[in-house]
């Protein structure tokens, strides 16, 4: 998936990982780090632990930047948890970057969180009120806090506590100085997967940070469950914190946007599935076209599923500057116009006098799909039909996607034919919510709420009753 993120295109969180018994540790969790890098560009942190204490660095930036090789070799130990964020919930600052290291009575404890817990806030207020001090904007502290106030024993009683009392999506890698945890909520919103690298286990949240350290992929983690790694000769220990739901909310966006291709996903291939949206959004929209272009690079699997589909030839019809990222300049509009051009240019020769179906994931406030339709023409496109590999989004993401206000996504006040007008295409077509599901196995284990407003878990404002006992540090 591409780093370039338009300015409405949906956000993907945090990816994590993390490795147990392994001499280099700290080497592999910078490894993998940059292989999810694209699930997050605005901060990147490793703790490491060589058994006796913990050591960490954080930094604003992309992976590569963050760590040179002089930080990473005063980092050393046979444990070690990574994070990339995006942000969700909580400021873009350093002390809000992750992997979070807190010392409590115990001892050292660190922890990396992909999601978002929908009643962080109340729970925050009531600790905050009992003398909690907290020190990020981050709904992944109240973690630590509810694990310092828990009177259970155990460090693993103290977490079954701490996720008991908080709702929404979570994988967490979690580790002190002897341990590696990792866990996922019951409604499994976010992928946590186990690997295996010689005697070494490792947790990544996608497969392909395994790919790139040789590990195996063993299963992923349960939904409700919690999975340790204390010993070499232990192995994995599983614990059912609490019940798997019925029926799961899987994040389909995973699918259609978050997740890169080569990996595995909730029981199935990415590329299978995305492959899969794009045929089904040919048979609900086709359209006599000349040529299928993605917008790339999140789109180019759905678009080579409708050229397959359609019998139309797929060809790149855009190229993408591979270095650049986000601006944080301020522009007035021409030059603001000049610079989706940086990102973005078409080739012209796959364009001129063709009827051009354009096939993007998504579309959130419209204004990205109106520039790109701009630029196909200016290639010298006769037409410009655009297909979306998804439907419409019409509802925020509470669970850990950084999307728009709801009063700010296009779909949410405007219907089909209006986003065409808007976006000047000559035609818009999307995937139904029931083509989208039927193309994935166990279609009720999705969460859909982007697309039809049905919230999976609730947006509570009051304080869990299963809060853990306050008691002293």
């Not at 590569?64 to 130990?77: N, Y």
Request: aromatic share 8%; proline share 5%.
């Amino acid at each position: 998936m591409s780093l370039l993120h338009f300015d409405d295109s949906p956000k993907d969180e945090c990816g994590v990982f993390g490795i147990f018994g392994h001499p280099k540790a700290v080497e592999l969790t910078y490894l993998g780090l940059r292989a999810l890098q694209h699930r997050g560009q605005e901060s990147s942190g490793i703790v490491s632990s060589d058994g006796e204490r913990l050591s960490f660095h954080h930094g604003m930036g992309l992976v590569d930047s963050v760590f040179t090789s002089d930080i990473l070799s005063q980092l050393s130990g046979h444990i070690a948890i990574g994070h990339n964020r995006y942000s969700t919930a909580g400021a873009s600052t350093l002390e809000n970057a992750q992997p979070l290291v807190r010392n409590y009575k115990e001892g050292q404890l660190a922890l990396g969180h992909n999601g978002n817990l929908v009643n962080a806030i109340p729970i925050r207020n009531h600790l905050e009120k009992a003398g909690s001090i907290f020190s990020t904007s981050l709904d992944t502290e109240v973690i630590f806090h509810l694990i310092a106030h828990s009177r259970q024993r155990s460090l693993e009683d103290r977490i079954f506590d701490a996720f008991r009392a908080v709702e929404g999506a979570y994988s967490f890698v979690v580790m002190d100085r002897e341990t590696l945890m990792g866990a996922r909520d019951p409604s499994g919103f976010r992928p946590l997967w186990i690997g295996k690298l010689g005697e070494a286990f490792v947790l990544a949240s996608e497969t392909c940070a395994l790919d790139v350290i040789e590990a195996e992929a063993i299963r992923e983690v349960e939904p409700g469950e919690l999975v340790t790694f204390r010993s070499i000769h232990q192995g994995l220990e599983s614990f059912r914190f609490l019940p798997k739901k019925q029926n799961l909310s899987q994040c389909i966006f995973e699918y259609i946007y978050l997740a890169r291709p080569d990996g595995r996903m909730f029981g199935q291939g990415v590329n299978s599935t995305r492959r899969e949206f794009g045929r089904q959004l040919a048979r609900e929209h086709p359209v006599k076209g000349d040529v299928v272009i993605p917008v790339p690079d999140s789109a180019t699997i759905a678009a080579l599923g409708y050229a397959e589909e359609s019998g139309i030839p797929f060809d790149l019809g855009l190229s993408r500057n591979t270095y650049v990222g986000r601006s944080f300049m301020n522009p007035t509009q021409d030059i603001r116009e000049l610079m989706v051009k940086v990102k973005l240019n078409p080739i012209r020769e796959v364009l001129a006098g063709k009827r051009v179906i354009m096939v993007d994931d998504s579309i959130m406030r419209g204004t990205n799909s109106r520039k790109l339709v701009k630029i196909v023409r200016e290639g010298g496109a006769t037409a410009v039909h655009l297909r979306i590999a998804s439907p419409p989004n019409k509802y925020p993401c509470f669970y850990g996607v950084d999307t728009p206000t709801r009063s700010e996504l296009i779909a949410s006040e405007h219907t089909i034919e209006e986003i065409r007008k808007y976006i000047r295409a000559d035609s818009l077509g999307y995937v139904s919510i029931e083509g989208m599901l039927n193309s994935v196995k166990s279609p009720n284990n999705f969460c859909t709420a982007c697309f039809d407003g049905q919230y999976p878990v609730p947006l509570h404002e009051g304080v869990p009753r299963q809060l853990p006992l306050i008691s002293s540090y």
